[in-house]
């Protein structure tokens, strides 16, 4: 069973920065990460994808977040970093992680990180 450990959140005036760590562990059997991404979810709202980092090294961003959000592999093997930089009050959510894995069974699996506030205001 992959966990995924996110850091980083808290609490930053609009205009701010903050960058988020999300660190995978567990069992050796991973054939392939298709994909890495950070999803956020606000009081009340859905769960929208934020950004995604596609083996290969492509990279998605959702319009509301472009110009400002940069997701990357962190220092390590198993980190995505987003950093987050223009930061608006409307960036307040909760951010999840998120993890697209192939098993050397051959047998795909999403998994997900208990999520991190964020919470931005003047």
């Known amino acids: 069973q992959v966990q995924l450990v996110e850091s980083g959140g808290g609490k930053a005036q609009i205009g701010g920065s903050l960058t988020l760590s999300c660190a995978a562990t567990?069992?050796?059997?991973?054939?392939?990460?298709?994909?890495r991404s950070w999803y956020r979810q606000a009081l009340g709202k859905q769960r929208d994808l934020v950004s995604s980092?596609?083996?290969?090294?492509?990279?998605d961003v959702s319009a509301s977040v472009k110009g400002r959000f940069t997701i990357a592999r962190g220092e390590y093997e198993n980190t995505v970093i987003l950093q987050m930089d223009g930061l608006k009050s409307e960036d307040t959510a909760e951010y999840f992680c998120?993890?697209?894995?192939?098993?050397?069974?051959?047998?795909?699996?999403?998994?997900w990180g208990q999520g991190v506030q964020v919470t931005v205001s003047s």
């Open positions: 980092w596609y083996s290969g090294g492509f990279t």
């Open positions: 998120n993890v697209n894995i192939t098993h050397q069974s051959y047998i795909r699996k999403v998994y």
């Open positions: 567990g069992p050796g059997d991973i054939l392939s990460v298709n994909a």
